[in-house]
């Protein structure tokens, strides 16, 4: 499955983002869909994750609260809706598919990447 995401952008401390990651190439809801990101010098890290239907999700501590998942099976698309942005998610987001994922927490669970969009939040 291909993935490209996009919605990434500069916003001021407090501010909302919203990132879109369009699928293609396979059927979308067989795949349990994640977001991870990865600021400068750190490791990639965790974010949010949503089940095949779209009934179930997770997020880090870092953003429970401030940012929501969601997918639109019919349109092949994820979302994550950023809402009071902080300094600190500055970073290169990517959605990620996992055929076979359960948790959605694990980056060693996700098969496929998409090529990441830069989140930059001033203060």
């Known amino acids: 499955v291909q993935l490209q995401a996009s919605g990434g952008g500069l916003v001021q401390a407090g501010g909302s983002l919203r990132l879109s990651c369009a699928a293609s190439?396979?059927?979308?809801?067989?795949?349990?869909m994640g977001w991870f990101r990865q600021a400068p010098g750190k490791e990639r890290e965790f974010v949010a994750a949503?089940?095949?239907?779209?009934?179930?999700?997770s997020y880090a501590n870092s953003v429970k609260g401030r940012f929501t998942i969601s997918r639109d099976n019919a349109k092949n698309t994820v979302y994550l809706r950023m809402n009071s942005l902080k300094p600190e998610d500055t970073a290169l987001y990517y959605c990620a598919a996992a055929l076979h994922g359960s948790s959605g927490s694990s980056a060693g669970e996700y098969d496929y990447w998409g090529q990441g969009t830069k989140v930059t939040v001033s203060s």
């Open positions: 190439g396979r059927t979308f809801s067989n795949y349990v």
């Open positions: 949503i089940n095949r239907s779209g009934g179930s999700t």
